[in-house]
């Protein structure tokens, strides 16, 4: 019944007094793209190098396709992994880095060859075959690296931070790049970063970490609509907490300051702290019906344009509007704001 | 002086030039002179030590021809050859081990492998006499196990030498290659294990390769340091064996015959150096 490709059961390591990995679970869907989010030392890389070998767990167990790996050496797990450094073999040719993988499980020469032609096809560089790596830009590399990783038809991929070194347009290219690959290959793909809006674009599933803990295991969607905390709410996207009382007869939850705010929750009256989005809230001139605020900080984005209000209680909201604004709202100036309909709140 | 003025602090290029220049005539005084002075006197000749007038290149054309000289060098190359082997063999395991080691072990690592130069070679080859002569710590011991009836012969030989020669250059090779095994960054042995490399494949095709600039310098540096090594040959080896240094030597203080003596001195030196600009070359190819 169970799909999974890797299984992780109540896995524990500490490194003297912090806790690296404290007791997780997780199920690694065959095929699926997942990845470990989390700012640095919560645990992802830990979580990610035990599952490759390349650390043993204190405590729990790892299986992958069913099978026990927990005390298997790295070479035994037919695992595929891409590091943030790329770390290609420097002394070999790309055609050689490729093959590496099946030269060590003794594939005949015919059968390497082919495989590295295939690869480079797949990442879109056959010309770059007797190549040295230190010849190459940093996303070439990364490319030749994660064709070295996938020529042996890993049970998953792992990829260890592989956008963090390069500059955000190539980062981008090769997020998409990330994403055909996975379509067009099938393979199950295990995916680290810090990077939240990479997690939202190219997972399937995003494990946000925290501490050691799987904080919440949930599609993009569902992490950035339905954050099971506030501090998903709060890592994910930006976010405003606002604390007021909620009253379900009147749908509406009421600040500090008296100012009251449209709200539909599952939760009873009482002490509540609404997470509102940026997109959330629409500016209008001042004196319109909704919430007074002052703008602080005006943000020009791609695109779209951030605003930072702050309302009569101190508090301070992000707004964002698609384009840039014709008319300028300076810093300083009396607005007002309109709140849609508040879903995500946490009780206090 | 504007030169001097515009950057306080640095030096200008004339200032530099005279700060140098003690260091400079150090050099021209006791190096460069000497080396010129040995070279005009390997182009004359000499009778009953003393130097003829007049130059002549007989020195050189019995050294190259001399049926006597070619096993001479052949010997001096292939003992330095076999030191030079023998470090890399024995120093390889103990870089790597170093080179793995915690940070807060490495310093005293160092020093253990460093503290056998803080003792005079002279020293040191007599220690190796006490422990390969004939009624030396080795022998005596073999002995007394009943594993010998006489003695081995392990010092006034080739034997000598090598055993002595490689525990007194075994430092440098261990030096050089723990340098190189330590810049090898330790995720390539990550990325080939994960792609199915056991630990012989791993070495052979990762660690060795990248191994090869430390394994380049340090064979130089102990080939050519052995080459030009004259107390172990004479202590370890004595008149028995034909090497190099221990026959300029002979020549220069026993014969009295200058002239051969520096010729030889000089076409070691011309060799050493061609070995050291063949490893120019490589360590350039290998990096680009």
């Known amino acids: 019944m169970s799909t999974a490709k890797v299984s992780v059961h109540q896995l524990v390591k500490r490194y003297g007094a912090t806790t690296a990995a404290d007791h997780i679970d997780l199920d690694i869907r065959d095929g699926e793209f997942l990845t470990l989010l989390g700012s640095s030392g919560c645990g ?106 996938l020529a042996t038809r890993p049970s998953v991929l792992m990829l260890d931070e592989p956008l963090g070194a ?12 990330l994403k055909r690959i996975h379509r067009e290959t099938g393979s199950t793909f295990l995916f680290v970063t810090h990077d939240q809006e990479e997690a939202l674009f190219l997972s399937d599933r995003i494990a946000v970490m925290r501490g050691g803990r799987i904080e919440q295991l949930a599609s993009p969607q569902d992490i950035y609509l339905r954050p099971a905390s506030e501090f998903v709410a709060d890592f994910i996207g930006d976010v405003a907490f606002l604390d007021g009382d909620y009253l379900p007869d009147s749908r509406s939850v009421t600040l500090a300051d008296g100012a009251r705010i449209g709200a539909e929750l599952p939760l009873r009256a009482g002490p509540v702290r609404l997470a509102v989005r940026p997109e959330d809230i629409l500016l209008a001139p001042p004196g319109a019906d909704g919430v007074a605020g002052t703008v602080a900080e005006v943000s020009h984005q791609t695109g779209t344009t951030l605003y930072a209000v702050r309302l009569a209680g101190g508090q301070e909201v992000k707004v964002r509007s698609l384009g840039l604004s014709a008319e300028a709202v300076a810093p300083g100036q009396a607005v007002t704001l309109r709140f849609a309909d508040c879903r995500l709140a946490f009780p206090r | 002086m504007s030169a001097l003025a515009a950057t306080p602090g640095t030096p200008g290029r004339g200032m530099r030039w005279l700060a140098l220049l003690p260091a400079l005539l150090l050099v021209t005084l006791l190096v460069a002179l000497p080396l010129v002075d040995m070279g005009l006197i390997s182009f004359k000749s000499e009778s009953f030590g003393q130097i003829q ?39 390889f395991p103990v870089a790597a081990a170093i080179a793995r080691a915690p940070e807060k072990w490495r310093g005293i690592l160092y ?27 080795v022998n005596e011991a073999l002995g007394a196990l009943g594993l010998i009836d006489a003695p081995l ?97 002979t020549d220069a203080l026993v014969l009295f015959n200058l002239p051969r003596a520096t010729a030889m001195s000089l076409l070691l030196m011309v060799v050493v150096l061609a070995i050291y600009f063949v490893q120019k070359r490589l360590t350039r190819q290998q990096e680009a």
Request: proline share 5%; net charge positive.
């Open chain 2, 53 to 91: 007038p007049g130059f002549t290149l007989a020195n050189y054309i019995g050294l190259l021809t001399g049926a006597g000289n070619l096993t001479l060098f052949v010997n001096t190359f292939l003992t330095a050859a076999a030191v030079t082997l023998l470090s890399a063999l024995l120093g």
């Open chain 2, 111 to 137: 020093f253990l492998v460093a503290a056998p130069l803080l003792v005079n070679t002279v020293v040191r080859s007599y220690g190796w006499l006490l422990i390969l002569g004939r009624k030396g710590l």
């Open chain 1, 44 to 149: 992802k890389t830990t979580l990610m190098r035990m599952i490759a070998g390349l650390e043993t767990p204190d405590a729990g167990v790892i299986t992958i396709d069913g099978r026990d790996v927990t005390r298997l050496p790295p070479r035994q797990r037919r695992l595929g992994m891409v590091f943030q450094q790329y770390s290609l073999f420097p002394h070999m040719t790309i055609g050689d880095n490729i093959g590496y993988g099946l030269r060590a499980q003794g594939a005949p020469d015919a059968e390497i060859k082919a495989r590295v032609d295939e690869m480079l096809e797949l990442i879109q560089l056959p010309q770059l075959r007797e190549r040295k790596p230190g010849q190459l830009s940093g996303g070439q590399q990364q490319r030749v690296a994660l064709a070295r990783a």
């Open chain 2, 153 to 249: 012969a392990l010092t006034g030989n080739y034997l000598g030498v090598i055993i002595g020669g490689t525990q007194v250059f075994l430092p440098f090779m261990i030096l050089s290659l723990t340098t190189s095994l330590m810049a090898i960054d330790r995720r390539l042995l990550d990325a080939a294990d994960i792609l199915g490399a056991g630990p012989v494949r791993a070495f052979l095709t990762v660690t060795l390769p990248l191994a090869v600039p430390g394994l380049i310098a340090g064979s130089v540096l102990v080939f050519s340091l052995m080459l030009g090594a004259f107390v172990t040959p004479l202590i370890l080896g004595g008149t028995a064996i034909k090497y190099i240094s221990v026959a300029v030597y």
């Open chain 1, 166 to 177: 390069l500059d955000l347009k190539l980062r981008r290219q090769l997020q998409a790049e």
